[in-house]
């Protein structure tokens, strides 16, 4: 039963005016079992929490602690992040020309287990997991998510979940770009993984369309590079009703 653990996390990012400070003391546990989504406006933080927790080198870690397990993973590499259990789907995933999706599937999948997993079972889980996913078994020869389509590339970040089997999946605006279907299909993809094993889902959305298919057991508002509202699925109604704009008044008059 894994957690992680978000402590009074600060960082900022370097802009041509110097520092500019993102996140303000964010508090946050998550708990294997779990699914917390994270909702707010543009601008609030939500995805630099998703790429300072997973390490991306554009935003430095001012103060405070993430901790996997009692593991503080800043004192980590991204690939020891990834070998320690982490996993962020992101919002604009990057093409990778001249790397076969299969190739890069199962060389992901080795260094997360700390060896190649036998050819044969390999070859039946992956093609296992496509067919979930209504995923074409031809692009496993494609280019990684050269010349996808949105969900294509969504679609392919939850292929990637289910393969590696993280204990918390990060999924940044997964419904970014989908249409109704694609949006069937990955949050299927998402609520399967979750209930096969222990894992906590840390969901970062503008929308409650998602919601309506990924129920969240806990919804945060993120204003101010903080969270400053925190409650069940209702909140999620209330957000679709009344918008952020009581909670970013309070966010500021806190700044």
């Known amino acids: 039963m894994s957690t992680l653990e978000i402590k009074d996390l600060h960082a900022s990012v370097t802009t041509d005016a110097g520092a500019k400070e993102i996140l303000r003391g964010v508090d946050l546990t998550v708990r294997a079992g779990e699914t917390h989504a994270i909702m707010g406006p543009n601008g609030s933080g939500k995805s630099t929490l998703a790429y300072a927790i997973a390490g991306h080198p554009k935003y430095e870690i001012t103060g405070g602690e993430v901790l996997l397990d009692g593991e503080n993973v800043l004192e980590m590499t991204v690939d020891e992040r990834a070998r320690a259990g982490l996993f962020l789907a992101m919002q604009y995933p990057v093409e990778v020309p001249g790397v076969s999706m299969a190739n890069f599937l199962r060389s992901a999948a080795t260094a997360v287990r700390g060896e ?7 070859v039946k889980e992956v093609k296992g997991a496509m067919d979930d996913l209504e995923i074409d078994q031809a692009f496993a020869e494609r ?6 389509s949105g969900g294509e590339k969504k679609r392919h970040e939850v292929l990637q979940l289910s393969l ?5 999946a990060i999924l940044d605006e997964t419904d970014s770009g989908l ?3 694609a949006l069937r299909v990955v949050s299927e993809g998402v609520n399967r993984y979750k209930a096969a094993g222990d894992v906590g889902v840390l969901l970062i959305t503008h929308y409650t369309r998602i919601l309506k298919h990924i129920t969240p057991d806990y919804v945060h508002v993120f204003a101010g590079g903080r969270v400053v509202e925190s409650g069940g699925a209702e909140l999620a109604d209330e957000l679709e009703t009344n918008g952020y704009v009581k909670f970013t008044g309070a966010a500021a008059a806190a700044s």
């Open 116 to 122: 190649a997993p036998k050819l044969r079972t390999w």
């Open 143 to 148: 280019s990684v998510n050269e010349g996808f």
């Open 164 to 168: 590696l089997k993280p204990k918390v």
């Open 179 to 181: 249409d109704v279907d």
